[in-house]
């Protein structure tokens, strides 16, 4: 069984920083792509960034460009989204998602695997 499992959220202030660390168990992930998205109250999942497993090629939303990095440890079965220069934009719920297939997505339908989301708040 396929465990997606986020932590590292919390509140930070507008310019801060904060890493989401997704924990993945229950299955090999070399072939899939995993990768971060949001959802604010009253809109629709967002894409915020994917990183292949095999290969370590990412992709970023333009709003987060040069503000967040997407990484693996393949030891640990880990992905990170490392978030600098936050703002109140930023404020959601952050799901980790794996897709099978080498791909890179952003449509959140395209992912059959979600953690249960780890919140971000940031204040002005």
């Known amino acids: 069984q396929v465990q997606l499992v986020e932590s590292g959220g919390g509140l930070v202030q507008t310019g801060g920083s904060l890493r989401l660390s997704c924990a993945a168990s229950?299955?090999?992930?070399?072939?899939?792509?995993m990768a971060w998205f949001r959802q604010a109250p009253g809109k629709e999942r967002e894409f915020v960034a994917a990183?292949?497993?095999?290969?370590?090629?990412?992709n970023y939303v333009d709003s987060t460009k040069g503000r967040f990095t997407i990484s693996r440890d393949n030891a640990k079965n880990t992905v990170y989204l490392q978030m600098n220069s936050l703002k109140p934009e930023d404020t959601a719920v952050y799901y980790c998602?794996?897709?099978?297939?080498?791909?890179?997505?952003?449509?959140?339908?395209?992912?059959?695997?979600w953690g249960q989301g780890t919140q971000v708040t940031v204040s002005s």
């Open positions: 998602a794996a897709k099978e297939g080498i791909i890179m997505l952003t449509y959140w339908r395209s992912y059959q695997y």
């Open positions: 229950g299955r090999t992930f070399s072939k899939h792509v």
């Open positions: 990183i292949s497993w095999s290969t370590g090629t990412t």
